[in-house]
């Protein structure tokens, strides 16, 4: 099992990016976002379950959204009216949490 995540970067107060989590040696499952900001641990960021229902942290709440393409195998955080607060490195894993199937993550920094 892997997975990769990609699309971070640097985007001004109220921009939007797409993160995508790129899945493989595995196809149904229970689906989470997860970020880490300096100095603080690693928190659910949204949730998305095999059979489609989603949960999401009160922080991004209305401002992120987390969807799935079963073609790709691929998952998908649109983050919507960012904050300087969202800065944090980005990772995919199931939900819960495998300790083994962490990656690289994807960095996202929100800075004017």
């Known amino acids: 099992v892997q997975f990769v995540e990609s699309g971070g970067g640097l985007v001004q107060p109220g921009g939007s990016l797409r993160l995508s989590c790129a899945a493989s040696?595995?196809?149904?499952?229970?689906m989470g976002w997860y970020r880490q900001a300096p100095g603080k641990q690693r928190e659910l960021v949204a949730r998305?379950?095999?059979?489609?229902?989603?949960n999401y942290a009160d922080s991004t709440k209305g401002r992120f959204t987390i969807s799935r393409d079963n073609a790709k195998n691929t998952f998908y955080l649109q983050m919507n009216s960012l904050k300087p607060e969202d800065t944090a490195d980005y990772y995919c894993?199931?939900?819960?949490?495998?300790?083994?199937?962490w990656g690289q993550g994807t960095q996202v920094t929100v800075s004017s």
């Open positions: 894993n199931l939900h819960p949490p495998y300790s083994i199937y």
């Open positions: 040696g595995i196809s149904i499952y229970n």
């Open positions: 998305l379950t095999s059979g489609g229902s989603t």
